[in-house]
Each structure stands twice: as C-alpha cells, then as structure tokens.
C-alpha cells in the first residue's frame, strides 16, 4: 500500500468514528430518553478519545509528513495534492495542541454550558461571567499553539472559514453593516406590517405540518432513501454520508416548520450532494460552515421565502390548512417577509440577520484583541443593539446570554451565519443568470435543474475547493456583500413600498 | 492506580465503545434509512475492531494475568474475584482465538448470512450449503482455540450459558423431550380447538394497540425516563445500561403485539434491574442467555398467558378494542394458549416450544460430534420434526433454513431458550410460595412485588453468581425440567380437558 492509500485508510476509520459519534448526537437529540445522558456522554467522550488518538497518532502523522514533502508532492494530482492538503490541515489543528489541553477544553466546556444553560434561565450574566472568562483565556492560549495569520482569532475563524482572515471579514462586514442599517432604518421608519393576518388567531394541527413537511422536503428533492425527518427542539441535520437526517420542529400558532424546513433541506441536499466516491476520503465534506450554511439560506429564502414560491405553495398549503381559505398567496407572502428588530438572532429576518452577526463578530474581535473584557461584554452588546437595530434588551437571557457558542468555545462560528447569507446572494445571482426560467420553474415547483446546479457546481466538489477559489470560480469574483444589498433592496422595496 | 482498578478502567472503556454499537444496531433495526447499510457496516465494524484490539490489548493481558496470580486473589473480596474471574473469561474467549480466525468469521458470517437470507426466500437448501459446511469447520476450529470440558461443542454452549456442557443439556433434555411429547401427543388427540374466536374476522387497529402497548409495559414496571418503546419487524430488546430499549411488532389481525410485549419487558426488567454501580463494571451483565430469556419468557408466559393477568387486562382490552365485546376473558385466555404443532419455532406454543430446541440441539450436536454432516440436516430436521411434532415440513424455508442463527455462526445458542423456559418454571415455583397472595396480586395489576422479587434475588447480582449456583441459591436445588413439565400439565390440563 503506497503512503497516499496509507492516508486514504485512516480517514476512512475516522470517518467510520466520526458517523458512530455523529449517530449518538444524532440520537441524544431526536429520540434519547432523558435518564440516559450519563452513558451516553460517556461513550461520546470514549469514541471522541479513539477519535483523536487515532488523528494525532505518530502513524498518521509520519504519513503526513511523508506526503507533504517536495519528492511526494510532485507525483500528485491536483486531488491528491487538496486531499494531503486538507488531510494535513485537520491533523495539524489537533497535532499542535498539547493532549492535556485538550482534555481541559473538554472539561471547560461541559462545565460552562451547564452554566450558560442556568444562567440564561435565571437571565444572570454573573453566574456565566467566569465561564466566559475561562473560555477566552484558553482559546487565547488555543491559538497560539495552533498559529495565525495576523491575530489570534484568526486562529479560530480558520476552523469555520478556511483560508478566512478577521481582517479580510471586516473588510467584507464594514459596508455591509452600513447598508443593512440603512435598509433596516428605511423599513421601521414605514411602520408597515405588510401582508394578511395568516396565522394570527389560527391553530395548524401539528399532525399535518409533519405530513406537509415530508412531502414538501421530497418535493424540493431531499432523498429519504438516505434519510428521515424527526422532530427536534432545535432544528439541525446530520451528515453521514449515505445517511443524512433532517429535524424540525413544529407550533401549532404558525407555519414556521416551513421555513426550517427548507433551510434543514438545504443543508441536507448539500450533504446528500457530496459524491458517493468521496465518502471517508478527507475530500468529501463541506468546504466551510459559511458554504453549508449558504445552502440553507438558498433555500430557506432565495428559493423558500420568494414570491415564485410561495405562489407554488400557497395553493397546497391552502389546501392542507383550511384557516388559510380567505388568504392569498400575496397576503402570506408578504406576511413571511416582515421586518422587525428582534433581540433573538434565530428569530431575526433576512434584513437584520447579518447585523446580529457583525454585533457578536465585534465583540469577539475585541475579546481576542483585548479590547473588550469578558465583564464587559453584556454592556457593549446593550450598546452595540441600540447602534445597529435600536432596541436594548434588558435581559441577559435575550441579550449576551442568548447563544450557546460562548459556553462551547465556539470563538470565530458566528462570521460564519453572516458569510453564508452573502455567499448564498452572490452565488444565487450568478445561477439565475445560468438557468433559463428559474422563477417559473419554481412556480411550477420544478427545482431539479436549480438542485442540479448546486449539485455539479458545488456539491460534488467536495473541499477540493477552498471557500475563496470557489466564490471565484462560481461567480468569477471574490466576495462581495453587495450582491447581498442588492437582493435586499429588490426584494423589500416592493414589499415595504420604499 | 491499582491492577483491579485498571482492570474496571479497562471494562467501562470496553462497554462505552459496546454502547455505541449497541445503539448502531438499534437504530439499524428500528430507523435507519434503507440506504445507509453500507456505511453503517462499517461504523460497525470499525467499533468492533476497536473493541477487539482493547479486550485484548497487551495491557489487557499484563493486568489480567497480574490479577489471577495467588497472591493477588489473597487480598480480593468476593466480588472482585467474580469480577476478574468474568473479566478473564471475556478477555480469553477472544484473546484465544487468532486475529487472522476472527477476521475469517466475521467475513464468513457475512456473506453465510445473505446466502442464507436468499436460500430462505428460494426455499433452496442447496443455496446455503456450503455457508453451513463452512461455518462449522470454523467453529470447530474456534473450539480448539477456546479449549473445552469434554468436546467441542462445550466450547460454544458455554459462551451463551457458562458452566453448561453438551452432556450436562443432554441429561436434562432427555426426560424434558419424553414428557412433552407424551402432553403434546395427548393434546393433540383431543382435537379441540379451546376458547372463543376472539380474532377471526376482526380488525385491531394498530395505532390502538401501540398506545396500549406503551401503557401495559408502563404498568408491569417498565421505566421510560430510561427507555423507549419503538417498531421492529423482530422484536428486540437492547439493554445499554441506563437506556434500556424494547422494540414492537403489530398485526391488524390479532392482538399477538401483547405477548411479544410482555415478552420484551420481561428482557428490560432484567436489564433495568441490574445495579446501576455496576454499569461498565465486568459483573454488571445478565448470568446468561438462558436467564435473560427466563425473564422473558416469565412474563410473557407465566404472568402473561396466566388466567388471572387475563381477568385483569381482558376488561381494559375490551374497553380498548370494540370486536372484543361480546368476547369473555375465559374464552380469550382459552385462545391464547392454543397448542397446535407448527413448523416455525418462533410462532410456537409453550408446550412444543423445547421440542423445537431439542430438535435444534439434536443437530448441533451430531454436526460438533462428526454424526451428521451439513449436508443431512435437511433430511434429519424432517426426520425429527416426523418424530417430534408428527409433522414433516415440505419446504426448507419452514424447516431447516427458518433461523438465522447457524448463519451467523450462532452454534450452542439454541438450547439457551429452553433452558430459559425451563429457569423460569424452577424459579416461578418458588417465588409463587415466597410471595404472599401473587395471584391475587396480578388479577389486580399489581406487580410491583414481583418486580422486586426478581430484581432483588436476580437482577441486582449481575453475573457475580454463575448459572449453576444462581439456581440453587433461588430454589435450593439444581436445574430440573420437571418444573416445567408440572407446570405445563397444571395449565392445559383444565384447557384441553383432560
């Protein structure tokens, strides 16, 4: 066996690892009695141990070694060069860090989100505060083993944005924040609510949103042959190759299962996109969480929140729901797209999303530059909501307690939400100039050609591709919020009458 | 740390890995998607092979030969020697048998497995053949490695039931086989078909007898805050400590769905009853397969088919299901406990039950010992079923190719069920004369005594005691199948009049 298939074995028993620990998640979240927790922690924590002894190993990391010298190198293809590449890239961010680190980050991590967890219940940043501070004290210390471009955060956007840089997102977020306040200034200042009364006073069995959904994720071309709907209190979709499961979760007040729906949708044709060949080999996963997340948002708005869309839906929904008999599918159209300054980020709609985003990019940039204090935080981010969207929770629990990241380590996710928005307009506008008639393909709720693209033109690529070399080859530029401004402004002039 | 302590280490890494194989398995069989087989064998198989290498790790051995040296034992208590004594007969059973044997099994195994499926569906013995000639010699082969009593069928029966022997299952088979026939012989010669046509022509909805399900588990002590009750097309229980699984399977044509309930409950009461202190710990498992299916079997059978469990749940049945209500609980629990000779083990009543296993071990026997060749067992099942049951089946698929257990490699588990059935009458015979008033206790749906009775005297000593000695412990003799037989003749006696 050649030193390449040396590495292609060991990313197939990662692989393997890593679908059994993806299955226990998987489960803990969907199906898991509640007693259960303690077992199941610890045979996360044995596999999660198999699995990085098994990375770190001095096997994997002579392989490594070996295939990253010049001699090597120069009888490689371009595959086998991205596959040494990113192969390389997850051994080295677990290689540089000291094992004992590690298991302190564990440690830490289970403490302060049992903390957060209380915390934001009884709304009392105090008892989180120390936690906080712990946890930006190590992931400090993270980066400097791990290295960095420019800062120490770099460090960690790295690990959900290859190749992305703080300096390079500022770059990208300074207009963008100045534009989305000004479109977010304009609407509020109509005081509109655009569209009908469609779910105010109304109840939608539950039952039948489970049916509709099913159906509709079909539809949309997610495959159940390798994969299942459940239900769950945070929607999420789990990934494992030939096995990929979407969730949902459902009120009988609304119709918002829809919308989580297809965005779990897209995550899950982007994951049932990836090719079959590449299951195991350290090229068949997503290019980065902002690429991931690019395909939710496709098709949770672009696709799901248009009005071609909804014009396909409404007649069915109408159909499903008889409360909806005296709507129209302008009225419910419009009805999904209202703009409001919301405190809660997974609440917020397509407008101030991104805002939401560049509060807590800021202050993470500041607690990774020393320039914030972690005590400091529930204050700025006050003052920051009063700057971007004018409102200042006065809880906590809707205010810097809200996310679970902090409390996870999860320093540098967040950019990665805001990326996928811009990622998904730019690449949106180059496929509507490539698919002829895609607006009336989706009224006729046809989406094969448009899941075809995404397909061929990104899912199928794997990370042969970083995000940057792909924004480019896709769209034939870098990447650009305007595109993201562009799409906001045509689609909510219309609805807000601006 | 000191050697013991390593060794419990040793054993809670090796059940946290065994979890997580055990929770693949599950949801292989209840909600795996049709098209994620593949990856899911080999998630499988990469966990086992991590289990493997760690049961029989050098470090393994050093700690388990440090442990059962004299002066080690000197200084142990009684259940660190049973706990040893278990752990080292874990660790020989696999570190006996070469790397390069297990691998040849576990491919064996596979493809034996899916010849047999389609030799099944063809009813074509031809097709299997050559599968059971090789998985004998293997096993054969394995036998030498593991050593053994007296031959080297004792080799395989002591895996499922330590302590037994081909010759110790003889003897007690024997008079077992004379006594049910002749029940089974007087039976049949009445020609009666006992109780009421309480399923004939009737339909039980499904979704009512899930609900009811779930109830009745709930009832006879089933604890969810701990479990989970879901569909299977082969009812199974899996126990992975504090998450202790049954499974279901439901007709619209019957209401056979209760006693595979019953049955299944009677799994987890064992498994939920086992001392959670010991979760991971080498004592912290059932004694045997023969005790587990006893539990089963006791309360499908001997609290389940009783008169007075039908008094209780005829009535709630008959609230539940309207086509019962011109039914009586006499006529239904007469119709319950028809005896007929049937060629399928798995649809057999309590009475030709253990001649299917004698039947089962007859063969397994005469392969081990060189008496019948593979390629016999065709003409032998006939033969013996000819003498048995008076029946000859025509078609392999209802004879010798309707389990899957030779296929897996499964020899020597066979006699466990009986055995199981054979515990139970032992056992319920002393518990009935040690709880007061226990019929009186079920007719009201009170079982909670007999729950702690089992949990106390059985469950909550794991495997500290062997078989053998459990046995006598709870009914101050040795195993004796004339419980079973009185048992069987106090029952259907009065039911088939005689």
Request: charged letters at 35%.
């Amino acid at each position: 066996m050649s030193t390449y298939e040396d590495m292609l074995e060991i990313s197939e028993q990662l692989r393997n690892i890593q679908r059994a620990l993806y299955l226990l998640a998987w489960d803990e979240r969907t199906h898991m009695p509640e007693g259960a927790i303690e077992g199941r922690s610890e045979s996360k924590a044995e596999l999660s141990q198999l699995y990085h002894k098994k990375l770190t190993s001095e096997k994997t990391k002579k392989v490594i070694d070996e295939l990253n010298k010049e001699s090597a190198q120069a009888d490689m293809d371009e595959v086998q060069k991205a596959a040494v590449r990113e192969m390389t890239r997850d051994f080295e961010r677990r290689y540089k860090i000291p094992d004992e680190l590690i298991k302190e980050m564990s440690k830490v991590s289970t403490k302060a989100q049992s903390a957060w967890e209380k915390a934001r219940e009884k709304s009392d940043f105090e008892l989180f505060l120390p936690h906080l501070e712990k946890q930006v004290e190590l992931k400090k210390e993270v980066a400097e083993y791990i290295g960095y471009e420019n800062e120490p955060y770099d460090a960690h956007v790295d690990e959900y944005e290859p190749g992305f840089t703080a300096e390079k997102i500022e770059r990208i977020f300074k207009p963008m924040k100045k534009n989305l306040s000004s479109i977010a200034t304009e609407i509020f200042a109509k005081e509109l609510e655009p569209g009908e009364d469609v779910f105010e006073g109304k109840k939608f069995d539950v039952e039948k949103q489970k049916k509709f959904c099913e159906w509709l994720a079909g539809e949309l071309g997610y495959d159940y042959k390798h994969g299942r709907l459940d239900d769950a209190v945070h929607p999420f979709t789990m990934g494992m190759d030939d096995d990929v499961r979407i969730t949902n979760r459902y009120s009988e007040e609304n119709l918002n299962s829809l919308f989580s729906l297809t965005h779990e949708t897209g995550h899950a044709l982007y994951e049932q996109g990836l090719p079959s060949d590449w299951y195991g080999h350290p090229l068949g996963q997503r290019i980065s969480m902002g690429y991931h997340e690019s395909q939710s948002r496709m098709w949770e708005n672009f696709v799901g929140r248009s009005k071609e869309f909804i014009d396909y839906l409404f007649p069915e929904l109408r159909d499903e729901f008889s409360s909806l008999e005296e709507n129209t599918a302008e009225g419910f159209y419009k009805r999904i797209n209202r703009v409001k300054p919301t405190f809660i980020r997974v609440e917020a709609d397509e407008v101030t999303y991104n805002l939401h985003i560049a509060l807590r990019f800021d202050l993470e940039l500041g607690l990774f530059r020393d320039e914030i204090e972690p005590e400091e935080t529930k204050t700025v981010w006050e003052n920051k909501m009063d700057e971007y969207l004018d409102i200042v929770p006065e809880d906590p629990a809707e205010g810097v307690l809200q996310d679970i990241h902090w409390s996870a380590g999860q320093f540098g996710y967040f950019p990665s939400y805001a990326l996928g928005n811009l990622y998904a307009a730019q690449i949106y506008d180059t496929l509507e100039g490539e698919i002829d008639g895609l607006r009336d393909q989706i009224v006729q709720g046809n989406f094969d050609e448009l899941k075809n693209w995404l397909r061929e033109n990104i899912h199928q690529h794997g990370r042969k591709h970083k995000a940057a070399e792909m924004t480019k080859r896709l769209t034939g530029e870098g990447l650009d919020a305007r595109y993201h401004i562009d799409y906001l402004e045509d689609k909510y002039g219309p609805i807000y009458e601006i």
